[in-house]
């Protein structure tokens, strides 16, 4: 942490990714993945912006929506360890993002 970050309070979080969104973020084009860097990056220094907490069975999760590009990236927030955690990455179509979401969090619960 940096004196300027200790100075006003701000702790930055880390990235990680599931395995499975890891695999998915290696299969996106370029261009998508320079966009999404970008977000991830200020979502780093604030991971719960207002209108992009989720509901249902992922309540507890957050998303990046890239409109023009048709993709979300579902991810959650682990306060305890400082983690922003990538979940899934999809086209937007069909929900396949969120759907995607959840199995990766059924999965991730059963290998425990």
């Known amino acids: 942490m940096t004196k300027s970050e ?4 701000i702790q930055k979080y880390r990235l990680k990714f599931l395995p499975e969104a890891l695999e998915e973020w290696k299969a996106l084009d370029g261009s998508i993945k320079a966009v999404l860097r970008k977000m991830l990056k200020k979502r780093l220094e604030q991971p719960r912006p207002p209108g992009s907490h989720l509901h249902g069975d992922l ?20 306060d305890d360890v400082l983690i922003v955690l990538v979940l899934a990455i999809d086209k937007r179509e ?10 990766h969090l059924l999965s991730g619960k059963q290998e425990k």
Request: glycine share 6%; aromatic share 12%.
């Open 6 to 9: 200790v100075a006003s309070g």
């Open 59 to 78: 309540r507890n999760c957050y998303k990046i929506k890239l409109r023009k590009q048709g993709y979300r990236l579902i991810y959650s927030v682990e």
């Open 94 to 103: 069909d929900l396949a993002a969120y759907r995607s979401a959840v199995e």
